[in-house]
């Protein structure tokens, strides 16, 4: 027979849909700030080339291209260059497995940190199709300036930064000027 009350039993068992284990910690920011120091110098010395994410997407979209019209596709400078760039198919360069990649780790790093939910994170003001139409927003606003730019966030601002490109410094100098210029906005959505 058994000393502990019912109540306290069902209140020590896992309740439906609720965490098994509370979440890890996340990493100190500065050693992860290192830890993709060493990664990009990684990617230097083993690939022969920076980190980035934008061109892995214009890949894909240069293959959808080369799919659905073909003649165009050859005949248009801009995705002939991606299609004659990978290892016999527009989909076998650095870029799109570095981007697999990325989607993967995060995955199995979240699973194993125990952070892995279907929530959209949003403040008390801003609806859940509010939030994601920010994010939708936002998203499309950085893919136009990753394309304006000549590189995404990652490109310019770690790859384009680490070899002191004067172009990637001021790219990362705007976005921080128009992160502060929109945070008040979006201060609010969370408030």
Not at 114 to 134: D, N, Q
Not at 136 to 146: D, N, Q, R
Request: glycine residues 16%.
């Amino acid at each position: 027979m058994s000393t502990v009350p019912d109540a306290a039993v069902a209140a020590a068992r896992p309740q439906p849909g609720a965490p098994a284990r509370a979440a890890a910690p996340y990493m100190n920011p500065y050693l992860g700030g290192i830890g993709l120091g060493f990664v990009l110098l990684a990617a230097y010395v083993v690939m022969g080339r920076g980190l980035g994410a934008s061109g892995a997407v214009t890949s894909f979209v240069a293959w959808v291209v080369s799919l659905v019209a073909p003649g165009h596709a050859s005949a248009n400078q801009f995705f002939a260059e991606y299609l004659e760039g990978g290892l016999g198919h527009p989909l076998k360069t650095w870029l799109v497995f570095e981007v697999l990649g990325v989607l993967a780790g995060g995955f199995i790093s979240g699973a194993l940190a125990h952070r892995l939910s279907r929530t959209v994170e949003k403040g008390p003001r801003i609806s859940v199709a509010g939030r994601l139409g920010f994010a939708f927003a936002g998203g499309a606003l950085m893919g136009i300036g990753a394309k304006l730019a000549r590189g995404c966030t990652s490109g310019q601002a770690l790859s384009g930064g680490a070899v002191l490109n004067a172009g990637s410094w001021a790219f990362m100098m705007m976005v921080f000027a128009g992160a502060y210029a929109l945070a008040g906005l979006m201060r609010r959505q969370w408030r």
